[in-house]
C-alpha cells in the first residue's frame, strides 16, 4: 500500500501501445469493440494499480464513447490516469488515441471511465491513498469525475430502490 500523503495524478498515470492485428478486427478492417475495451481495462488496472500499490479489480465502466474507428494496422495508444479516489474506489479515465503509423498523425478514437475498487491480501476492500491534483487539468478531471461518482451513486440508489425503468422485449 502507499503511504498516506496520496500520489499526483502524474505518479500512477500510464501510457501504452498496441498494433492493431487482422486477428483483433472484423471482415470490414475496423477493430473488434471488445478488443478495445481489453486494453482500456488493462491500462485502468495498471495505473489504479500505480496509485493505490496493492489489487485492484473493476467495478463498472461508468462511460465508454466510441468516437472513430481504428483499423488493422493503426497504432492504438493507450493513455491511463486517475481522476477521482472515494474511500476504496477510484475513478480512472482512459484515452484511446488512433495514430498513423506513418504520419503520426492522432486521433481519440475512444474515451472511457472505469471504476475500480482496491483489494487487500484477503480480497477485502481497502482503504485508497488521496488523490493530490496538482495542474489545472488535473484538478478539472477530479471535479468532473466527483459529479460523476455522484450521479452514478444515485443511479444505484434508484436500481435499488426498485424504481428503474424495466426494460421488457
Not at 461508468?62 to 472513430?68: A, E, G, M, P, S
Not at 488512433?98 to 504520419?103: H, M
Amino acid at each position: 500500500m502507499t503511504s498516506d500523503r496520496g500520489k499526483t495524478p502524474s505518479e500512477s498515470a500510464v501510457e501504452t501501445r498496441y498494433l492493431v492485428m487482422p486477428t483483433q478486427a472484423n471482415p470490414q478492417g475496423t477493430a473488434f469493440g471488445g478488443a478495445i475495451v481489453s486494453w482500456i481495462d488493462m491500462v485502468a488496472a495498471m495505473a489504479g494499480q500505480r496509485h493505490c500499490g496493492c489489487e485492484v479489480v473493476t467495478a463498472g465502466i461508468d462511460t465508454l464513447i466510441f468516437r472513430h474507428p481504428i483499423r488493422i494496422g493503426d497504432h492504438v495508444v493507450l493513455r491511463a490516469a486517475v481522476n477521482y479516489v472515494s474511500r476504496s474506489s477510484l475513478e480512472v479515465g482512459v484515452q484511446v488515441i488512433r495514430e498513423d503509423p506513418y504520419t503520426g498523425g492522432q486521433l481519440v478514437a475512444t474515451t472511457a471511465h472505469l471504476t475500480l475498487v482496491a483489494l487487500d491480501r484477503n480480497k477485502k476492500p481497502v482503504a485508497v491513498p488521496p488523490l493530490l491534483p496538482q495542474t489545472e487539468e488535473e484538478k478539472s478531471r477530479y471535479e468532473h469525475a466527483r459529479l460523476r461518482v455522484q450521479a452514478r451513486k444515485e443511479r444505484l440508489r434508484t436500481v435499488q430502490d426498485g424504481n428503474e425503468i424495466e426494460y421488457r422485449p
